[in-house]
């Protein structure tokens, strides 16, 4: 098996649907690392990065006003949960600590009563109260999507893997979506995927 348009293709078309999946968004500075690291986890389905707490209407890069750069995961709830996430979120930040610039703050982004009861839960475990740290806890009220080029970079700056997505004829949103994208973009990152991931056996072939 090596990596060809055909492989990329059939592993997005058996991916789990939108309404089959959870999704949580956080923020870890700059978000080009964290979409990767993260999508390279297993059960992880799909990976994007954007703007989200602020008020600012259409934030862009450029002119970004209020918002933090945050990354947004689709994942399936039967193989990682919430609580997993978040334990991956904490390991990667220090919570009493929070940057002066709004672009890169630690945010974690609620969307869900369920997600607030987990944060809370997990929060109270570790000894640490919600108005106390750093990391700022707030409601998701919104997300924009960041430029395409920023989506899925580690990807997009490796031919070997990106020119099977071009053979594929996929654009931009297909590749902000595909799961295929979100697992080589981790692994064009450096980070390992699962061993048993379809993918996995294709790039000890083809890279």
């Known amino acids: ?3 060809t348009p055909t492989l990329i293709e059939e592993y997005d078309r058996a991916a789990l649907n939108h309404d089959k999946t959870e999704t949580a968004t956080f923020g870890l500075g700059c978000f080009w690392g964290p979409e990767a690291q993260f999508g390279a986890l297993a059960g992880v389905v799909r990976t994007r990065v954007g703007y989200a707490g602020g008020r600012k209407s259409d934030p862009t890069y450029h002119n970004l006003g209020d918002h933090t750069e945050v990354f ?8 990682l949960s919430y609580r ?4 991956r979120v904490f390991e990667n930040h220090r919570p009493n600590y929070q940057a002066s610039k709004t672009q890169y703050q630690n945010i974690i982004l609620l969307a ?3 997600q607030r009861e987990t944060l809370k839960t997990f929060l109270s475990e ?3 109260a919600a108005d106390a740290i750093g990391t700022r806890i707030e ?7 960041a430029e395409d080029y920023h989506q899925k970079h580690n990807l997009r700056t490796d031919p070997t893997l990106s020119d099977v997505f071009d053979d594929s004829g996929y654009d931009d949103e297909t590749v902000r979506e595909s799961p295929a994208a979100a697992k080589l ?8 995927i699962p061993k048993d991931d379809h993918l996995q056996t294709a790039l000890s072939r083809t890279v």
Do not use: K
Request: charged letters at 15%.
């Open 1 to 3: 098996m090596t990596l």
């Open 84 to 87: 997993e996430l978040l334990s």
């Open 126 to 128: 570790r000894g640490f």
């Open 112 to 114: 869900t009563p369920e």
């Open 185 to 192: 973009n981790g692994y064009a990152s450096g980070h390992d």
């Open 72 to 79: 947004q995961i689709e994942y399936n709830p039967a193989v």
């Open 139 to 145: 409601r998701l009220l919104g997300f924009y999507p």
